[in-house]
T-cell receptor, first 112, second 112 residues
Framework: DSGVTQTPKHLITATGQRVTLRCSPRSGDLSVYWYQQSLDQGLQFLIHYYNGEERAKGNILERFSAQQFPDLHSELNLSSLELGDSALYFC???????????FGQGTRLTVV | DQQVKQNSPSLSVQEGRISILNCDYTNSMFDYFLWYKKYPAEGPTFLISISSIKDKNEDGRFTVFLNKSAKHLSLHIVPSQPGDSAVYFCAARTSGDYKLSFGAGTTVTVRA
């Protein structure tokens, strides 16, 4: 158990819909990262939050947004979903850049 | 643009033998490298890391080698055990950055 909790584990939704993925970081970790893993691909960095502030953006679509709340949990919002958005979405947390990131179990999103 | 590449999607090795996983990178600014291991239905877990000021780091059965001039790193697992069967991801980052760039992963199967 990495200490990072992601909900839900699985999500099936229709094209055009909007979903919210939730992440609770390890206790004490200020950084939260979101990654997307499509079929047979590596993890692609989406976005990084540190103590409530957005710090870096990767290949995140405009239809996607995220936030980190005062209690440090984070949500990733995906809207106007397309079939190609079907993927595993991982959240990770770390205390700072000099410590390794710990990953949650991921949310498997299937868009039908 | 894939800055971290794992060109072998799979590797099969006999139990007790050495597993060698390879990783190449293109960004010369990368100065910290990590290996993550992932079992099905779980998130990646940190395995071992190496800073660019070193060329070798060892942790039990796992050793990572870094060749900066060739922009290449490798992970050696000796001896390989059935529990090592998993997907292994190579990742890298720059010192000014929190985000990790991942390779596509290598699936290791350890045969009894």
């Amino acid at each position: 158990d990495s200490g990072v909790t992601q909900t839900p584990k699985h999500l099936i939704t229709a094209t055009g819909q909007r979903v919210t993925l939730r992440c609770s970081p390890r206790s004490g970790d200020l950084s939260v990262y979101w990654y997307q893993q499509s079929l047979d691909q590596g993890l692609q960095f989406l976005i990084h939050y540190y103590n409530g502030e957005e710090r870096a953006k990767g290949n995140i679509l405009e239809r996607f947004s995220a936030q980190q709340f005062p209690d440090l949990h984070s949500e990733l919002n995906l809207s106007s979903l397309e079939l190609g958005d079907s993927a595993l979405y991982f959240c990770a947390s770390s205390w700072d850049r000099n410590t390794e990131a710990f990953f949650g179990q991921g949310t498997r999103l299937t868009v039908v | 643009d894939q800055q971290v590449k794992q060109n072998s999607p799979s590797l099969s090795v006999q139990e007790g033998r050495i597993s060698i996983l390879n990783c190449d990178y293109t960004n010369s600014m990368f100065d910290y490298f990590l290996w993550y291991k992932k079992y099905p239905a779980e998130g990646p877990t940190f395995l071992i890391s190496i800073s660019s000021i070193k060329d070798k780091n060892e942790d039990g059965r796992f050793t990572v080698f870094l060749n900066k001039s060739a922009k290449h790193l490798s992970l050696h697992i000796v001896p390989s055990q059935p529990g090592d069967s998993a997907v292994y991801f190579c990742a890298a980052r720059t010192s000014g950055d929190y985000k990790l760039s991942f390779g596509a992963g290598t699936t290791v199967t350890v045969r009894a």
